[in-house]
């Protein structure tokens, strides 16, 4: 069983910057696909950014393209979502989720993660 447990989300202004972590549990998570999605009050969850297995690949929403740069350090088990220009619509929870097959791609819809961290909150104001 594979554990995913975010960090780093908080109050920003807009204009400001965060950075996501993902800490994953396990020898071979470090193998595996990871997504980041969101989810804001009243809305459903949204795909925002993906990496392949391999760290080769990665996919954005359309509405992060050239602010968000998803990351991973295989020899910490973490996984990064770097977020800046952020806007009061980037205002969500932000969940990363793990794709339990060794070395998928960089996947865009939410079906194909196993496994799901607990969320952490993002707020920027305006």
């Known amino acids: 069983q594979v554990q995913l447990v975010e960090s780093g989300g908080g109050l920003v202004q807009a204009g400001g910057s965060l950075r996501l972590s993902c800490a994953g549990s396990?020898?071979?998570?470090?193998?595996?696909?990871v997504g980041w999605f969101r989810q804001a009050p009243g809305r459903e969850r949204e795909f925002v950014a993906a990496i392949s297995g391999r760290g080769d690949t990665t996919n954005y929403a359309d509405s992060v393209k050239e602010r968000f740069t998803i990351s991973k350090d295989d020899a910490k088990n973490m996984v990064y979502l770097r977020m800046n220009s952020l806007k009061p619509e980037d205002t969500a929870v932000y969940y990363c989720a793990a794709d339990h097959r060794p070395f998928g791609p960089a996947r865009i819809v939410e079906e194909v993660y196993d496994y799901w961290g607990q969320g952490t909150q993002v707020t920027v104001s305006s």
């Open positions: 396990g020898a071979t998570f470090s193998r595996y696909a």
